[in-house]
């Protein structure tokens, strides 16, 4: 079993920058593949962002690329997320999820644990 919650979330204008954290606990850290969703209102839930193990491979969605980055400290069993350039259509809630397989990138069906999330709101 592993808990995460992230943290981080806030408001800021078009163009500024946020960095969300997810914090982890339970099973060994390092065993986990680990991503980053998205739920805008009214939409489904979608892929951002993913790491691998150990952070050797990383995988991004298009709407995303250039601008954010993701990045783990296995040492301190933290996932991150920094997003630079935001846009008000970055507005959502943001998940955090752990993959027990162990690459950059899984449909949502191969996360089996995922944080409760934190609100991303982008002001034009």
């Known amino acids: 079993q592993v808990q995460l919650v992230e943290s981080g979330g806030g408001s800021v204008q078009a163009g500024g920058s946020l960095t969300l954290s997810c914090a982890a606990s339970?099973?060994?850290?390092?065993?986990?593949?680990l991503g980053w969703f998205r739920q805008a209102p009214g939409k489904e839930r979608e892929f951002v962002a993913g790491?691998?193990?150990?952070?050797?491979?990383?995988h991004f969605a298009d709407s995303v690329k250039g601008r954010f980055t993701i990045s783990r400290d296995n040492a301190k069993n933290t996932l991150y997320l920094q997003m630079n350039s935001l846009k008000p259509e970055d507005t959502a809630v943001y998940y955090c999820?752990?993959?027990?397989?162990?690459?950059?990138?899984?449909?949502?069906?191969?996360?089996?644990?995922w944080g409760q999330g934190t609100q991303v709101t982008v002001s034009s």
């Open positions: 339970g099973r060994t850290f390092s065993n986990y593949g």
């Open positions: 999820a752990a993959s027990r397989l162990g690459g950059s990138w899984y449909p949502k069906t191969g996360y089996a644990y």
């Open positions: 790491i691998s193990r150990i952070g050797t491979s990383t």
